[in-house]
């Protein structure tokens, strides 16, 4: 079955720099990749989604990139905020469910 | 809000016990996902159903088991539980069968056994 590895587990920036989260996966059959945002305590909330027929998508501030032969996608947020500090997950499917990684707990610093 | 609500948001259970966790999925849509979360297992995939049929199994113990209803409400039954089970338990749904749209999740409901 799909299996999905993200990186970092951590990651902390100045608030006004960019943080980069990487994931691969290993599912050559998945074709959708959503990215979702978690803060304490609350649900987890899909803030982008790529699918297998495009490589890059960008929405404001925050961008995916998705390499189909190597098998990896990126999410890319720029000019962060305090707010966009949070847990972020990336996830891997298609014909089958949601496979997400471990979560990256990104800490933006004022 | 999401749509997607689940009762009880906290449940406070002695090992042993069975609880059961309910999920209302969002207005026309016809999945039903299960995922659990603990602290160091990020969201893990427990169970599909589809239109009232279980579509799809992951991780799920042999304690767990789940179902949907006619209504297409869907409800998690953990039994026999043990301290290891105590997690945070999202629902989500979609609503197709196949995960290439967004899922939305429920609030999630906090299970502590003590």
């Known amino acids: 079955g799909e299996n999905v590895e993200q990186h970092p587990s951590t990651l902390s920036v100045q608030e006004g720099d960019s943080a980069v989260i990487k994931c691969t996966y290993s599912?050559?059959?998945?074709?959708?990749f959503p990215w979702y945002k978690q803060e304490l305590g609350k649900r987890p909330q899909l803030i982008i989604d790529?699918?297998?027929?495009?490589g890059e998508k960008k929405d404001q501030r925050i961008a995916v990139t998705l390499n189909k032969t190597a098998k990896h996608f990126s999410l890319h947020i720029t000019e962060t905020q305090p707010e966009d500090s949070a847990v972020y997950f990336c996830a891997a499917g298609g014909n089958t469910p949601l496979v997400f990684g471990k979560g990256t707990r990104l800490s933006v610093i004022a | 809000d999401s749509g997607v609500t689940q009762t009880p948001k906290h449940l406070i259970t002695a090992t042993g016990q069975r609880v059961t966790l309910r999920c209302s999925p969002r207005?026309?849509?016809?999945?039903v996902y299960w995922y659990q979360q603990s602290l160091d297992q990020g969201l893990q995939f427990l169970i599909q159903?589809?239109?009232?049929?279980?579509?799809a199994k992951g991780n799920i113990l042999e304690r767990f088991s789940a179902q949907q209803f006619p209504d297409l409400h869907s409800e998690l039954n953990l039994s026999s539980l043990e301290l290891g089970d105590s997690a945070l338990y999202f629902c989500a749904s979609s609503p197709s069968d196949r995960v290439a749209t967004e899922a939305f999740f429920g609030q999630g409901t906090r299970l502590t056994v003590v």
């Open positions: 207005s026309g849509d016809l999945s």
């Open positions: 159903y589809y239109n009232g049929e279980e579509r």
């Open positions: 599912d050559s059959a998945s074709n959708y």
């Open positions: 790529i699918r297998s027929n495009v």
